[in-house]
């Protein structure tokens, strides 16, 4: 690789992950996942993952992954307030690891720490 075409993909790759970042953040997601504090947890024996597909999962906008919602359809999701709407802070969930916990409302499987749907109300 020549000198101008390192230079060129290094700034590149610069412009890439800044934009990214900048993405990211626009989301509300950045103070909560991040490599540091993301979830390490296995999913605890003898239980699976709700199926985004379930029925009551879609009804419900459910990902396992909130950064994977549909802003389009939960437009209360993108806002600032929401950004530490993940599944667990929500008085449905109840922790089975750092990444797993089981939910009252989408019962079918164990839902990701870092999920969202819906039906999130705040912990007390
Ligand atoms: S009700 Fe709460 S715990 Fe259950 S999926 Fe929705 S946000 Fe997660």
């Not at 934009?19 to 509300?28: N, P």
């Not at 209360?76 to 922790?95: L, V």
């Not at 409302?105 to 999130?120: E, K, P, R, T």
Request: charged share 20%; proline share 5%; net charge positive.
């Amino acid at each position: 690789m020549s000198k101008s075409s390192r230079k060129t993909f290094l700034t590149k790759s610069l412009y890439l992950v800044t934009s990214l970042i900048f993405i990211e953040r626009g989301l509300g997601f950045s103070s909560e996942v991040t490599a540091e504090n993301k979830p390490s947890g296995t999913i605890p024996e003898g239980l699976s993952p709700v199926s985004e597909s379930d029925p009551t999962a879609k009804a419900l906008g459910f990902h396992q992954d909130a950064k994977h919602t549909d802003f389009t359809l939960n437009p209360e999701r993108k806002e600032p307030s929401a950004k530490n709407q993940f599944c667990k802070h929500c008085a449905q969930y109840t922790k089975l690891n750092d990444a797993w916990g089981k939910c009252n409302i989408i019962s079918a499987g164990v839902v990701s720490s870092l999920g969202w749907c819906s039906a999130w109300s705040q912990k007390m």
